[in-house]
């Protein structure tokens, strides 16, 4: 069993920055592909950044390329996601979330492809 809890969420203004936290506990952090997800009110959970515990290159949904940047601190077991240039539309609740595989698939933003969840952080951006 994977415990993940997210943390970093906030308000800020149109141009801000936040940075998420996501802290893995309960088993060896390695052999997972480590996602960010995110849902606004009324639509669907949506894949943002993908990265494998062990290294490899990253997924990032179009429309956060560039703006946001996932990392992680595999000696802390702690997931990032460092958000530049927030916009409104960014806002929504954002979650981390673990699958064990050999790597993170092109498809990485599949809400099934996952097995394990943290709780939710909250991202407010202001226009």
């Known amino acids: 069993q994977v415990q993940l809890v997210e943390s970093g969420g906030g308000s800020v203004q149109t141009g801000g920055s936040l940075r998420l936290s996501c802290a893995a506990s309960?088993?060896?952090?390695?052999?997972?592909?480590m996602g960010w997800f995110r849902q606004a009110p009324g639509k669907e959970r949506e894949g943002v950044a993908a990265s494998y515990t062990s290294g490899g290159w990253p997924y990032y949904v179009d429309s956060v390329k560039g703006r946001f940047t996932i990392s992680q601190d595999n000696a802390k077991n702690t997931l990032y996601l460092q958000m530049n240039s927030l916009k409104p539309e960014d806002t929504a609740m954002y979650y981390c979330?673990?699958?064990?595989?050999?790597?993170?698939?092109?498809?990485?933003?599949?809400?099934?492809?996952?097995?394990?969840w943290g709780q939710g952080t909250q991202v407010t951006v202001s226009s």
């Open positions: 309960g088993a060896t952090y390695r052999g997972y592909c």
């Open positions: 979330a673990a699958a064990a595989l050999f790597f993170c698939p092109a498809d990485f933003s599949r809400p099934t492809l996952y097995d394990y």
